[in-house]
């Protein structure tokens, strides 16, 4: 199961809305005979993946599969994995987790239990659900999952007095940010962001593919010459605003060139204390069909999500520098939480070069 593990990892970034999933088929005789993980949206999933991979089907006599989500069991994208493997006489299924999406939803381990194969499950499943919890938070609340990135010196500023926020962390810490860009569905900036560090989202410092980009954008007046809307990209960003005035993406022509719902979007929200409502902001993201968002926040949104309960998973990076003024990181939690500590749930502390990484859960 570990192998199947680390062979769904490969998928990362490139199959959402569909979870990740690896599969490792092993013969009566404890040989490996085949193994897979499901590499793109819409391609075939792990399972067929790995019997392709199995060169004499008279070794799945008696065979073992371990797999790292309970096989499918409708017609989605591509047909059933839990019919496929049922067509060969397999003696044992391992499934790490049974999947929550309510098409499958023990589906697929009761039809494979019908033509007498058996199937345990949960073994491994800490690691299965750690690994897709995007998408089961997303399977789950209809929302996309949002992790808080943000980079702060030792004493507490993430930028300095003229704005700039650029070089707080260190070369490591930098790639590792675009290696996340490159797994999550979309990163997204404020609007002073966009207009003080005139970012790209891209990913530059790592192999991966594109993310979508999302700038909150309340009145919709960021001008169109930020990289964020002037660049080569393979989406264009959509553009979050409660300015009715500038509509979203009218041009029928556009549409018809370019079916991609992604293209060149602006999304309206209603208005909140001035500002775009950012629970609606999420959950027209989620309507869109992405699964998770990466924040890349200043202090103002940051603690605007932090106030208002909408961030899942925290990435804190401390950088060896101090500012000594400038930007502070959280503004603090309001009046009413004022007196509030809240204690996340901690997963680790790691070093990424000389930064310090502080990885929780809210
Ligand atoms: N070190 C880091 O990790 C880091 C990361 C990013 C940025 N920065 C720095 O942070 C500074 C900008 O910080 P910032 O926080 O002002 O910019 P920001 O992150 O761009 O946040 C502004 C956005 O937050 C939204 N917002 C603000 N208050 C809100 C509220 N109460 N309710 C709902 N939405 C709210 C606004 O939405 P509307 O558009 O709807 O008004 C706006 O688009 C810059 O100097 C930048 O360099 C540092
Ligand atoms: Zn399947």
Known sequence: ?????????????????????????????????????????????????????????????????????????????????????AKYPLKRVVVAMEDP????????????????????????EEEGRKMNEAFLFYIQFHKPFVILKMAQTLDGYIAAPDGSSKWITGKASRALVHQWRSEYDAVLVGRNTALFDNPRLSVRHVEGRQPRRVVLDGP????????????????????????????????????????DPFHGKNVVVPELNGHCNLEQAFNELGRLGITSVLVEAGSNLATALIRQNLVDKIHLFLAPKMLGGGTR???????????????????????????MLYTGYF
Request: charged share 25%; hydrophobic share 35%.
């Open 220 to 259: 919709g007046t960021l001008p169109d010459q930020l990289h964020l809307f002037s660049d080569i990209h393979e989406h264009k960003t959509i553009r979050i605003t409660h300015n009715k005035g500038i509509g979203g993406n009218e041009d029928p022509a556009l549409q018809l060139l370019q079916p």
């Open 101 to 124: 999406n309510p098409k499958v939803n023990g589906k697929g381990i009761a039809l494979l239990r019908k033509k007498g194969i058996k199937v345990e499950t949960g073994l491994l």
């Open 1 to 85: 199961m570990k192998k199947a593990l680390a062979l769904a990892q490969k998928g990362k970034g490139y199959v959402s809305p569909n979870p990740l999933v690896g599969c490792v088929i092993y013969s009566k005789e404890g040989v490996r005979i085949g193994e897979g993980y499901h590499e793109r949206y819409g391609q075939p999933h792990a399972e067929i993946n790995a019997l392709k991979k199995v060169k004499d089907p008279s070794d799945l006599l008696d065979a073992t599969v371990y797999v790292t989500l309970e096989p499918c069991a409708h017609h989605g994208k591509t047909p059933p994995c839990a019919d496929e493997l």
């Open 329 to 355: 990181s959280v503004l603090g939690l309001g009046v009413e939480r004022m007196s509030e500590i809240i204690p996340l749930k901690t997963e680790n502390w790691t070093q990424v070069g000389d930064d």
